[in-house]
């Protein structure tokens, strides 16, 4: 059932929030135009919204991007920097003045999607070039809401994958192939590296729903049911964050807090852990603050026989309400093309979200990134339904007081589902 714009715009702009960037500074707009070729004729310019980001490398593709595209078409590009993304994209889109595309984050599909803010790209997508079958499937189908049309196509993405210390696990007497492949096999690997390191941390995990979520469904668990309320009590959830909370209780993994550090990258970075599962995101951090470590990727081990991850993804979207719909289409195809989101990806140190670009560009040869990509072939979307964001806030309050023995795990994750269900009634009345 769609819903009045302005009477959840609050869930919108919870959701919005998750995984954006901070902030509370108007946006910033500018103008790219193209210089290394004359312009076509036309006096048409979009709108292009996107959060503001930390990575130069990432602007600079952003922009070369955007000039091709202008060069090749005569369409201008504006460009609308959020700097508070929910805050500021949600005005707009209720005032009627949000860009004719912006990024959307698969978090925020099925909130923005049943505002119908997003314009249905099946239509287009069927009368152009584009082949879905090139994308990574579960990439492409988390952009697919409950009404089954695609409202829009991903960008770039990550997966989350084991870093090791190369120069800890020799210390430790160890090798990257001693790593185990399945999760059950965890507890013996990280036990050898506390007794023969014990000055240092086995692993450091971030205590995150994003980061848990396929552990939480990994014994067929329903940690939020089909009408979109938290059942984080759910037995078989409870059944399959017991191995957390038993390695948290040998002292073989511990938070980034827990060490003093806001970040796992930092905890890991500087030498205090010899394992953590993090994102593709922390390859650049890792390069750029902690150039002299040597470290190492693989996938996350296996988990009941099956291969399980997290996949986080953003997507070029059209705004529904856009009076240039044609060319914002234009902009949104240009930018599936093989050759430019090879460069894109090359330029930005991203990973390309079609098959037919990793292959050209043979990321899952490379030993650090093959692992992220490998994992995009069957890893969990972050995507659970509108409510996902309160459900998760909740979980988050709650897994430390059961890791540290406060409470049982059962008794947690019961306060924390009913603190989410109220919150979640709370803000539907």
Not at 36 to 65: C, H, L, Q, Y
Not at 90 to 98: C, E, F, K, S, V
Not at 152 to 163: E, M, V
Not at 213 to 221: F, K, P
Request: aromatic share 8%; hydrophobic share 35%.
């Amino acid at each position: 059932m769609k819903k009045n714009l302005s009477k959840i715009g609050l869930m919108a702009i919870v959701s919005l929030g998750l995984l954006t960037a901070c902030g509370s500074n108007d946006p910033v707009t500018s103008e790219s135009t193209g210089s290394s070729e004359p312009e076509k004729s036309t006096s048409e310019t979009i709108t292009v919204g996107f959060w503001k980001g930390d990575s130069t490398a990432e602007d600079n593709a952003r922009k070369t991007m955007f000039e091709d595209f202008t060069n090749e078409t005569g369409i201008k590009v504006q460009e609308k920097v959020y700097n508070d993304y929910a805050t500021q994209l949600m005005t707009d889109l209720i005032g009627g003045t949000a860009p004719d595309v912006f990024y959307v984050d698969v978090s925020d599909i099925p909130t923005l999607a049943s505002l119908s803010v997003l314009e249905p790209l099946d239509s287009y997508i069927e009368t152009s070039e584009i082949k879905t079958e090139d994308y990574y499937e579960p990439l492409l189908e988390a952009f697919r809401f409950t009404d089954d049309k695609m409202y829009g196509l991903p960008k770039d993405y990550s997966t989350l994958g084991f870093y090791y210390n190369e120069t800890l696990l020799e210390e430790a007497g160890l090798t990257p192939e001693d790593i185990p492949t399945k999760y059950e096999d965890l507890e013996g690997f990280l036990t050898e590296i506390k007794t023969a390191l014990p000055d240092k941390t086995p692993m450091v995990f971030s205590p995150l729903m994003a980061r848990q979520l396929y552990i939480m469904q990994s014994q067929d668990g329903m940690p939020v049911t089909e009408e979109g309320m938290a059942n984080l009590a759910d037995p078989k959830v409870l059944a399959a964050l017991e191995i957390l909370v038993d390695l948290y209780d040998k002292e073989l993994i511990a938070t980034a807090a827990d060490l003093g550090d806001g970040w796992s990258g930092d905890t890991f970075g500087r030498g205090q852990a010899v394992i953590t599962d993090e994102g593709a995101w922390m390859v650049s951090h890792l390069d750029t603050n902690f150039p002299d470590l040597a470290y190492g990727v693989k996938e996350i081990p296996t988990l009941n026989g099956e291969n399980r991850n997290m996949v986080f993804t953003v997507s070029y979207s059209m705004n529904s309400a856009s009076s240039k719909k044609d060319e914002a289409w234009k902009f949104i195809e240009f930018t599936t093309r093989d050759e430019v989101m090879q460069t894109y990806a090359e330029t930005a140190s991203v990973l390309p979200t079609k098959i037919s670009v990793a292959e050209a560009m043979k990321i899952d040869e490379d030993p650090i990134m093959g692992a992220f990509s490998k994992a995009a072939n069957y890893a969990t979307p972050w995507q659970d339904g509108v409510n996902l964001p309160l459900i998760a806030s909740n979980y988050e309050n709650m897994i430390i007081p059961a890791l540290t023995g406060e409470m049982t795990l059962e008794e947690a994750m019961e306060n924390a589902t009913e603190a989410a269900n109220k919150d979640i009634e709370q803000q539907l009345n």
